[in-house]
Each structure stands twice: as C-alpha cells, then as structure tokens.
C-alpha cells in the first residue's frame, strides 16, 4: 500500500513560479514512477509528466514541456513538480499517482488527494 500527500499548491500570478510536493509512505514508493495530473473543471484529469522510478527518466506533456520539472529525492520517498511560467490555463487541481508509469491513469494505482494550483492573469 502506498499513501500519497500534495503540497504546495496555491495562488499565483501569471508567469510566476510554484513547486509541488508528493510525499509518500510506504517502503516500496520508491520502486514506482511517480506521475502528476491535473484537472481543470469541466475537464477531463489530463496527464502532466511522469517519472521512472530511479528518477533517470522524465516525460511530459506538451503543453508544460520546456516550463515544468519533474524531480525526485528517494531517501524522502518524495517527488516534486517545479512550474515555471506559470499560465491561467494551467489552473486546475493537481495529482500525484504512484505506478508503472506512463501517461495513462491506467498506469497507475494510488492517488493523491489533490493540491489546488490557480493561476490569476
């Protein structure tokens, strides 16, 4: 079993810059990838990045490549989501999921609760 926990979320003007955590429980959370989401209401949760389980290994979606970061420190079972440039269209709750990776929700078996992250103009 593997607990998730999002911080970090918050209010933001545009072009500015928040971090996201994921802190996890469990002695195995370090063995996963770890993938954010996001849904905006109204809309489909939409894939955001992931990473493998080493950390080596990132991929994210097209709409926040070059702006977002995802990294991760496995002594502290956490991962973070470093966003930059932040745009209102990024504005949405943010989730954190531990699995196999990928950019399915498929691909993953425990969630998060969410963070908030909005994003004014």
């Known amino acids: 079993q593997v607990q998730l926990v999002e911080s970090g979320g918050g209010l933001v003007q545009a072009g500015g810059s928040l971090r996201l955590s994921c802190a996890a429980s469990?002695?195995?959370?370090?063995?996963?990838?770890r993938g954010w989401f996001r849904q905006a209401p109204g809309k489909e949760r939409e894939f955001v990045g992931f990473?493998?389980?080493?950390?080596?290994?990132?991929t994210y979606a097209d709409s926040v490549k070059g702006r977002f970061t995802i990294s991760r420190d496995n002594a502290k079972n956490t991962v973070y989501l470093q966003m930059n440039n932040l745009k209102p269209e990024d504005t949405a709750v943010y989730y954190c999921?531990?699995?196999?990776?990928?950019?399915?929700?498929?691909?993953?078996?425990?969630w998060g609760q969410g963070t908030q992250v909005t994003v004014s103009s």
């Open positions: 999921a531990s699995g196999v990776g990928g950019s399915s929700r498929r691909g993953y078996d425990y």
């Open positions: 990473i493998n389980w080493s950390g080596g290994a990132t």
């Open positions: 469990g002695r195995t959370a370090s063995l996963y990838a």
